[in-house]
């Protein structure tokens, strides 16, 4: 009983420990991802052909007026050193998140396995609703082009975005009308699994037969698929792909939200494994 008590409160404070890491994760991919929202809003093609033009002018009337030109601190690689180090601080807490839960699973050697079920299904629902509410993905389409060599407007941003699944659905869905692709994401990103692991989870605390071998059984139905889960990954490194097209080109980079996605198909395919060692 006390070794029971012990192997709880630890594993609680794990929990906590990992709750604060993806929290933590989280905030900092949404500062990462309002001040980059914010610097494409400095670099779109309207700015970038003020500035140069306002430079080019000043350059001129310098001339004119005998001046030597001034240089101008270029603010753009600082700015981008700054969303450099915005950019490793969330991918940082999730090293740690994902080393954290490695090392955890090892319990199961040494606490009951009530404990460790419950622990380990609480871990996949947060990273699966880590998954779902971060972003998992920004894009970017830059416009590569120098304009008759007078006004340099290369990599202006014609185009910003960072989304989350649940705001990619939503986009799929509401926005570009592509229900299918939208619909088959929501089932197989969302509902099926929640549906999945919470079912799980109830199947540990469950000692009537008859309810646990409905339960099972109708585990056993969604595990075959299982790998929709990666095929809903795989959607998005698809979607996630460079593109270049003459004048512009679309750039794209995979943000937290898919790391913790990731985890959780993998604690799912653990969770199975455990599942099926207990009908046996």
């Known amino acids: 009983m006390t070794k029971n008590l012990i192997s709880s409160f630890i594993l609680t404070a794990v929990f906590i420990s990992l709750l604060f890491l993806a929290f933590n994760s989280y905030k900092n991919a949404k500062i990462y991802e309002n001040t980059y929202k914010q610097y494409a809003q400095e670099q779109t093609i309207k700015n970038s052909v003020e500035k140069n033009t306002q430079e080019m002018l000043n350059g001129l009337i310098g001339a004119l007026l005998g001046q030597n030109p001034k240089v101008t601190k270029d603010e753009i690689p600082s700015k981008k050193l700054q969303l450099e180090n915005l950019k490793e601080k969330p991918i940082e807490y999730v090293i740690i998140f994902a080393t954290i839960i490695t090392l955890s699973l090892l319990s199961f050697f040494v606490v009951s396995k009530k404990i460790f079920l419950t622990y380990l299904h609480s871990v996949t629902i ?35 975005e960072s989304l989350t699944i649940i705001e990619s659905i939503n986009k799929l869905i509401y926005v570009q009308e592509k229900y299918f692709v939208g619909i088959i994401i929501l089932l197989f990103s969302v509902v099926f699994p929640f549906i999945k692991t919470l079912l799980s989870f109830v199947n540990v605390f469950i000692n009537h037969v008859s309810i646990v071998n409905k339960t099972t059984k109708l585990l056993s139905a969604l595990s075959k698929w299982s790998m929709t889960d990666v095929f809903v990954l795989s959607i998005f490194l698809v979607y996630l792909s460079s593109v270049n097209s003459g004048m512009s080109k679309i750039v794209t980079q995979i943000e937290v939200g898919f790391y913790f996605f990731f985890i959780y198909v993998i604690l799912s395919i653990i969770l199975s494994f455990f599942n099926k060692i207990k009908i046996q």
């Open 126 to 160: 947060l990273s699966l609703v880590f998954g779902l509410i971060s972003p998992i993905f920004m894009m970017y389409i830059l416009l590569d082009y120098n304009f008759q060599n007078i006004v340099n407007i290369k990599d202006a941003i014609l185009q910003f």
